[in-house]
């Protein structure tokens, strides 16, 4: 029991985390992105671990990948919130990758509508097996 909620408030409290760094992300505090680093590994090791039920239905698994995806999508934004500078301007064969500063930004909007989507989702399919 008491593993199951450190693993929530490693959850919850990444999330906190997230928020309020991707929020202040515009104010260009340097420290942010390192705040936002932590908040989503805490989010992401809280996820990865956290233990599902083990009599689901189809449309639960489903939801619950859709978070897995959604947790790699924020760890995704936090390795581009970190490494832009390091990004921009690799060449690749006769490719050259071009990133700015508001590159984490699309894999963090993936992010939240897979989270919104399944924080209502999931509760209600369990009241449908319960």
């Known amino acids: ?9 490693a ?4 999330e906190i985390l ?6 202040a992300w515009i104010t260009g505090w340097e420290s942010v992105k390192y705040i936002y680093t932590i908040g989503t590994l805490l989010f992401a090791v809280g996820r990865f671990m956290t233990p599902h ?13 859709q978070q897995t995806i959604g947790t790699v999508f924020a760890l995704i ?13 690799i060449e690749i ?8 500063p508001s590159a984490w ?9 897979l ?7 999931i509760p209600s399919e369990l009241k449908k097996i319960n």
Do not use: H, W
Not at 2 to 7: A, N, P, R, W
Not at 77 to 89: C, E, K
Not at 105 to 113: G, H, K, S
């Open 18 to 23: 997230m928020i309020i760094c991707s929020t």
């Open 11 to 14: 959850v919850i409290s990444g």
């Open 53 to 65: 039920q083990s009599n689901t239905t189809v449309t639960l698994r489903r939801l619950y990948i």
């Open 77 to 89: 934004s936090a390795f581009l919130m970190l490494f832009y500078n390091t990004i921009n301007g």
């Open 115 to 121: 989270e919104v989507y399944t924080a209502f989702r």
């Open 93 to 100: 064969q006769d490719y050259v990758i071009r990133s700015t």
């Open 1 to 9: 029991m008491i593993k199951k909620q450190l693993l929530e408030y």
């Open 105 to 113: 930004l699309l894999p963090f909007l993936i992010f939240v509508i």
